[in-house]
């Protein structure tokens, strides 16, 4: 009886030895992903750490203030305030130039029952477009804005979802520069399908009135073709319209884009530029390649742009171009969403 105890006990102790060994696969330590990243190696640590702490500071700062001036709900609605860091280099036939830009917007959802308090620079209709050309450079990339403004204003959350009905948004603030410049805005967008869900369709309409400067309009149609899930036909218009020179720059696009893995994207584009104040309506035709990377976890992001222009006003050559951009997010939002620079957008 003795022996047959020594030899479960025996069996017992080797059994437990070989599972011991061997873990069963659910407790087995999970190797980390890949870092999607294109920085060497050295770069990674330092890069992550800095966006850590800014992204947390932008996010925290905004939280705290719209908690002062709101409730305490602001430590969970979604916050969408972010600071962006731009460094871009043009390259002409003769001549190079270099710009630096930073963009912030402080979002604060509570501060008041359906109303958003914005603290933004370089909004669309906040800039100063003192000259055409100004304008028309900024259609080459809907997503570029140009000189720094600042505006401090009340958004209202808008009626409606901009699906099944049209989504309005009335807005009260000030523009902030060498001058104060108070303004009310109205803004009205939708989103909709057409030709059995084959085309896709963003309009955008706002007219803003300020105290100094008059009546601003603008308008943005973007009609969206999706040929596969990684490629689209797209036609884009846009037109600005201002009291103050009582003239209308616009814009026409055709692109082909391309999202050829989950980190880069390519668009091929013809455009033309327009500005009713010229010596010819449409003043520039634009033959562009747009490529786009993410090079570092959805927050970095290279472009490389090259163009090809074709002016039709007298005395202006054709001449090429070629710019090179670098974009830095910082904030919660950019930090987890991807970039949808080639896609459809989605202003909801």
Known sequence: MKSLQVCALALAVGCSAVWAEEEPPQKRPIEPARMESDLPQWMIPGVSHVHYGLSGFVDSTSRSIDRFFGTDDSL???NQSYLRIRQETAVFENRTSNDLSVRFRLDLPTT?????LLIENEADDLRDTATSQQRANRFLDRQLNGNNNSGLGLEQVGTGDGVSSWKNNLGVGVR??????????VTSQRRAKFADDEWQA????????????????????????????TESLRFVTQGEWTEERKATAFSQSAEINQVLDSRTGLRYAMIALGDTARQKNVFDYVAQVYWRR?????????????EYHMPT???IDNYWALIFRIEVFFGKTFGANPDRRFASPSPF
Not at 112 to 116: G, V
Not at 297 to 302: E, G, S
């Open 313 to 315: 006003e007298p005395n």
């Open 202 to 229: 963003f309009s955008f309409n706002r007219v803003t009135y300020f105290d100094k400067r008059g009546l601003v309009g603008r308008t943005t149609l973007d009609l969206n073709h999706p040929f596969t899930k």
């Open 176 to 185: 902030v520069r060498s001058d104060i410049d108070p303004y009310i805005r």
């Open 294 to 306: 993410d090079i570092h976890q959805k927050f970095v992001f290279l472009d490389v742009v090259p």
């Open 76 to 78: 969970f609605v979604d």
């Open 112 to 116: 008041r029952k359906r109303l958003r």
